[in-house]
């Protein structure tokens, strides 16, 4: 069955950086799209960013754009996400998740999530 | 696009019927093929999301038929028939339509037992 496992979460300074990391299994992973959703404490879903299947295209949320950076490595069934220049309003636990499509749609399969907590 | 849910939160009893609501700033509907790029997640708590329905009215498999989706263009609406006690959750509505992609949520129906 499919199964996606964040990790790479933990306590980080404001400004520092953050690489996540996202391990799939139970699919071929070089035909989807892969997503990363946060969600902030107590608060609803934010769509960060998406990655076509072959990594030929990707897109932000303007929240994240120019500080994150979503690449996947086929060969290794894995997704990343690199976050730079980190914010107190980043923190949030990231979801990974799967498109139904190798560019981008709705996500039918998600992982449990890693906390990543910005604080001095 | 900017998604907007209503009501923030509902308490519906056992076996009544739920009803969401979800409202795009635009039109989610692509006129070419004739499908509205809208999907309903339902989020248990400690839980990831998971999905319910996609192109605003097709079940997932293995969701249970008292969850249905409709709508068009801008305006859509989750109902649960008769709502069971293990429905209570936070329910999301998502539009996959913009170009670049910037995948919108709404911000999240709380849906309690009343």
């Known amino acids: 069955q499919v199964q996606l496992v964040e990790s790479g979460g933990g306590m980080v300074q404001p400004g520092r950086s953050l690489r996540l990391s996202c391990a799939a299994s139970?699919?071929?992973?070089?035909?989807?799209?892969m997503h990363w959703v946060r969600q902030a404490p107590g608060k609803g879903l934010e769509w960060v960013a998406v990655?076509?299947?072959?990594?030929?295209?990707?897109y932000y949320a303007d929240s994240v754009k120019g500080r994150f950076t979503i690449f996947r490595e086929n060969s290794k069934n894995t997704m990343y996400l690199q976050m730079n220049s980190l914010r107190a309003e980043d923190t949030a636990v990231y979801f990974c998740?799967?498109?139904?499509?190798?560019?981008?749609?709705?996500?039918?399969?998600w992982g449990q999530g890693t906390l990543v907590n910005v604080s001095s | 696009i900017v998604m907007t849910q209503s009501p923030d939160s509902l308490a519906v009893s056992l076996g009544e019927r739920a009803t969401i609501n979800c409202k795009s700033s635009?039109?989610?509907?692509?006129?070419?093929?004739?499908?509205?790029?809208l999907a309903w997640y339902q989020q248990k708590p400690g839980q990831p999301p998971r999905l319910l329905i996609s192109?605003?009215?097709t079940r997932q498999s293995g969701v249970p038929v008292r969850f249905s989706g409709s709508g068009s263009g801008t305006d859509f609406t989750l109902t649960i028939s008769s709502l069971q006690a293990e429905d209570v959750a936070v329910y999301y509505c998502?539009?996959?339509?913009?170009?670049?992609?910037?995948?919108?949520f709404g911000q999240g129906t709380k849906l309690e037992i009343k």
């Open positions: 998740a799967r498109d139904v499509w190798r560019s981008s749609s709705y996500c039918d399969s």
């Open positions: 139970g699919f071929n992973f070089s035909n989807y799209g």
């Open positions: 990655i076509w299947h072959d990594g030929s295209n990707e």
């Open positions: 635009q039109s989610v509907l692509y006129s070419s093929n004739n499908k509205n790029y």
């Open positions: 192109w605003a009215s």
């Open positions: 998502q539009q996959y339509y913009s170009t670049p992609p910037m995948y919108t």
